[in-house]
């Protein structure tokens, strides 16, 4: 119980539910949910190329 500060049985409390966290939660899901639905698209990183460069060449050794 926030209320009082302390730890308690919700439903003994009369607290059926939590309502504002609820609430909360639902709209940001269905906010989000509609932003996919109308974008129709989702962000990603595209991966960086391997910029490294060749080593140089071997150190004089025949091939065996």
């Known amino acids: ?6 730890y308690c049985d919700l439903v003994a409390a009369g607290i059926i539910d939590p309502v504002k966290v ?8 269905a906010s989000v949910g509609s932003l996919v639905l109308t974008t129709e698209t989702l962000v990603a990183e595209k991966p960086e ?10 150190g004089g050794y025949d091939d065996m």
Not at 1 to 6: C, G, I, L, Q, V
Not at 22 to 29: D, I, S
Not at 49 to 58: I, L, M, R, S, V
């Open 22 to 29: 609820v609430r909360a939660a639902l709209e940001n899901a």
């Open 49 to 58: 190329e391997d910029k490294t460069p060749a080593g140089p060449p071997g």
């Open 1 to 6: 119980d926030a209320r009082k500060e302390e």
